[in-house]
C-alpha cells in the first residue's frame, strides 16, 4: 500500500469510532448497542475491511435513546419514537430533539415508594389524594408501585388537599395544561428547528452547542411562560369586570 492510500484511509477514518471508543463515547454496553442495532434503532456501523466504525448519526441516535429511557419510555415506544425520525435528520437535528425532551426544571422529580411519600408527608394517602397530586402534577405513578415526586412543590399540593380541592377540577387542569402545552412543545421545536438550527449550522457549531444554547433558552422559556399566563389572567379578569359592569347598565 502507497503512502497516498494510506493517508487516504486515514482522513476516510477521521472522525468515525471503533465499538469501544462509541461504548466509552455514550456510556453503553457492547451488548446494549448491538441490541439496539438489531431493532433499527441505530443503524448498522460503517465497514472498512473487516473493522466497523460509528459516526456522529450512531452517537446521536443512542443518546437519544437513552433520553427516552430516562423518561419511561418502553421499548415499544422508543421505536415508534424513533420510527417517526425524518430518513434525512442529521446529528445535530436529533441532538435538538434530545434536548428539548429532557427536563426543563432543575428540581428533578424524586422517586419514593408510598410508603416513603407517605412518611415524608407524615399522612396517610387515599387514592383520590395520589389521584389529584398526579393531577396537579406533583406525584407521577412510576414503575413497580413506586412514584417520581416534585419535593418542592409537595407542600403546596398538600395544602389544597387540606382545603379540599376537588379532584375534577385538578384533572380538568391537567387537561388543559397538557392540551396547551403540547401545542407550545411543538410550536416551539418548530421555531427551533426552522430558525435556531440553520443559523448554528452555518458557523460550524456541534451538537453540543445546540443543546447548550436549548438548556440556557429553557429558563427563560418557563420565566415567558409564567408571565404570559400572569398577563392572560389579568386580562380575563378585566374582560370580566368589563362583562358585569355592563350588564349592571
Known amino acids: ?5 494510506v493517508a487516504d484511509q486515514v482522513e476516510e477514518l477521521r472522525g468515525l469510532l471503533t465499538l469501544d471508543e462509541l461504548t466509552n463515547r455514550v456510556g453503553m454496553s ?16 460503517l465497514r472498512r475491511g ?18 427516552l429511557q430516562s423518561h419511561g419510555f418502553t421499548l415499544s415506544a422508543i421505536e ?17 430533539r434530545r434536548s428539548m425532551l ?17 412518611q415524608r408527608t407524615d399522612r ?24 417520581e415526586v416534585a419535593l418542592s412543590q409537595l407542600s403546596v ?13 385538578a384533572m380538568a387542569s391537567a387537561a388543559i395544561y397538557r392540551r396547551h402545552g403540547q401545542e407550545i412543545a411543538h410550536e416551539l421545536y418548530d421555531v427551533f428547528r426552522r430558525m435556531v438550527w440553520p443559523v448554528y449550522q452555518e458557523s460550524g457549531a456541534s451538537p453540543e452547542t445546540i ?9 427563560l422559556s418557563i420565566a415567558s411562560l409564567v408571565s404570559a399566563y400572569e398577563a392572560g389572567m389579568d386580562e380575563t379578569k378585566r374582560e370580566n369586570i368589563k362583562r358585569k359592569a355592563q350588564r349592571r347598565d
Open 1 to 5: 500500500m502507497t503512502s497516498e492510500s
Open 80 to 96: 415508534k419514537y424513533v420510527a417517526g425520525l425524518p430518513d434525512d435528520a442529521s446529528p445535530e437535528d436529533i441532538a435538538l
Open 102 to 118: 429532557a427536563p426543563w426544571q432543575a428540581d428533578l422529580p424524586v422517586e419514593l415508594s408510598r410508603t416513603e411519600l407517605e
Open 211 to 219: 443543546q447548550e444554547v436549548v438548556e440556557r433558552l429553557k429558563p
Open 157 to 169: 399540593g398538600l395544602g389544597l388537599l387540606d382545603l379540599g380541592f376537588p379532584l375534577e377540577a
Open 50 to 67: 473487516r473493522s466497523g466504525y460509528y459516526t456522529p448519526d450512531h452517537v446521536a441516535r443512542l443518546e437519544l435513546v437513552q433520553e
Open 124 to 147: 396517610t394517602l387515599s387514592d383520590d389524594d395520589l389521584e389529584i397530586l398526579t393531577a396537579l402534577g406533583i406525584v407521577f405513578p412510576s414503575k413497580r408501585g413506586h412514584y
Open 30 to 45: 457492547v451488548r446494549n448497542v448491538r441490541f439496539y442495532t438489531t431493532k433499527g434503532l441505530v443503524p448498522p456501523p
